[in-house]
């Protein structure tokens, strides 16, 4: 079992940076590949990057977000710069085991409570 517990989520305005965090407890972190998504009104869930044995970025971040993990401290990161309206979504943070597949949402086994990002105009 892993909790995932999400922070860092907040309001922004357009062109500003925010760094989200997800403290993970219960397994062995370095187990697992660890990754974002995000789901704003209306929409499906959005693959926003994962990094395991490797790093994924969807198109739409692709360029100005950074996924990053500390072992050490069971925490993965996202950078998120240059942010846009359009990024607006409730970020999840989410966990799976080493096998193949990493970009679709129903590949992973644990998941945060999301956290709020707003990026006004």
């Known amino acids: 079992q892993v909790q995932l517990v999400e922070s860092g989520g907040g309001l922004v305005q357009a062109g500003g940076s925010l760094r989200l965090s997800c403290a993970a407890s219960?397994?062995?972190?370095?187990?697992?590949?660890m990754g974002w998504f995000r789901q704003a009104p209306g929409k499906e869930r959005e693959f926003v990057s994962a990094?395991?044995?490797?790093?994924y970025y969807g198109d739409s971040v692709k360029g100005r977000f950074t996924i990053s993990r500390d072992n050490a401290k069971n925490t993965v990161y996202l950078q998120m710069n240059s942010l846009k309206p359009e990024d607006t979504a409730v970020y999840y943070c989410?966990?799976?085991?080493?096998?193949?597949?990493?970009?679709?949402?129903?590949?992973?086994?644990?998941w945060g409570q999301g956290t709020q990002v707003t990026v006004s105009s």
């Open positions: 219960g397994r062995t972190f370095s187990s697992y590949i």
């Open positions: 989410a966990a799976k085991t080493y096998g193949p597949g990493s970009r679709t949402h129903y590949e992973y086994d644990y």
């Open positions: 990094m395991g044995g490797r790093t």
